[in-house]
């Protein structure tokens, strides 16, 4: 009776034991972290790519920049964040409640440059797991019910989609006549969207290829006066427009041209198709909304006539998801918008799209066909080129390991400048260097 007794405890405290190592099993691996003050909203919460590791116990693991170590014990979770140097940067507690881990505590947030101390702030925390894409890669036909002509985390995602995943879609023009969709927001520059990108988190980069930007409309609409931007102030006082100018040009995509109306002093301007996206954005941080017509670092109306089929953006992501929108198709564009339109059109869209994690571009940049981009945006085009060459800098350093130095005089040699955005409230320079002399570093 009493080996009967003996052989029963054993057995309880086996389950025991095993029920306890395997509730810490049970949280290895990958989550997504959130972390709320008590005045934040959906919006200004921070999310961040949380890993943990269990041994018995004990969890070790990361949570977005932060190192993280703790135990799990009948249900009860206690974790300690590490800053970069070592030091203690908050405490959390909580338990385990289904598919979910989430509790309170106290964290000190990432000091900004320049800026003081930040106390410690009293928090809540919520980690869950991230969705699983359901197989390999899909391919989504997108025909568009809402264009919105805002930028703001708050318009609703059309489409969840996956990293890997492709969509065929189509833009509005900015006369924003569509009979299918309805268009949400004042202003111009309607778009596509926004896309919900499973897996991307803030601090990472989405990247999305556009695979095919063509022209859908016979119709290229374009204004016919300087933006008070783009020439002096005497010029634009002295200047006799004619208020019956026609800007229609025809758009003939299986010709790839487009011609003007004849005109006394162009009665034969035709000129290449290079159909663009003037937008391509991401939802802007926290809270900012902004109108369709803006730019930022979240993108929006960068208004870069090289965005074209072919080329990959890189962009910042602030939110869940990242929201990707695009619209404001152009037929064709000279540099800086100076008559405060391109040859204003819609076009068919098809974009793939990818999530960089754990690193997050500063601002947008991307690669066409011939040249590695940075984009400079800011409220002057000197601060505009400050930062694109600032950022392509430290693209070189990062990518492709250069020194300061070895950067600065790679520049000195290579270096291109386009001013792509004159006309709307901020404006947009783009630094460039040719990747057939990218190609040859390190060799």
Known sequence: MKCYRNIRFLVVLAVLVLSRYCSALDVAGEWVGKISGPFDSQYTAQYA??????????????????????????????????????????????????????????????RRPGGPVQPPMDVTWLLTRPVKAPGAAKTYDYEPKVF???????????????????VNTRTMDTAGRDANATRHGTGGDANVGPFYVEGALPGDTLVVKFSKIRVNKPIGRQGSRFNQHAVTQAY???????????????????????????????????????PMLGCISVAPPGEEAYRGTDLGVFGGNLDYNDNVEGVTMYMPVFHPGALLGFGDAHGAMGDGEVVGTGLETSVDVTFTVDVIKGYQTPQVRAETKDYL????????VPESIQLATTQLADWMKKDYKLTDSEIALFFGDVLKYDITELVDPHFDVVAKVPKSAVALLNK
């Open 49 to 110: 790519h949380v890993t943990l590791a269990a041994e018995g116990p004990k969890l070790s693991g990361a949570w977005g920049s932060f190192t993280v170590q703790g135990t799990l014990s009948g249900g009860k979770v206690e974790l300690t964040f590490l800053d970069a140097g070592g030091k203690t940067a908050g405490s959390l507690k909580g338990a385990v409640s289904g598919e979910t881990l989430a509790g309170d505590g106290s964290v000190t947030l990432a």
């Open 148 to 166: 919105y002509s805002i930028y703001s985390a708050a318009e609703p995602p059309a489409l969840r989609i996956f990293p890997g995943d492709t």
């Open 236 to 274: 634009a006082v002295a200047a006799k427009y004619d208020p019956s100018f026609n800007g229609n040009w025809k758009q003939e995509p299986e010709k790839g041209t487009a011609t003007l109306p004849a005109t006394p002093g162009l009665p034969h301007l035709t000129i290449p198709l290079k």
């Open 373 to 380: 981009v940075s984009f400079g945006v800011s409220g002057s």
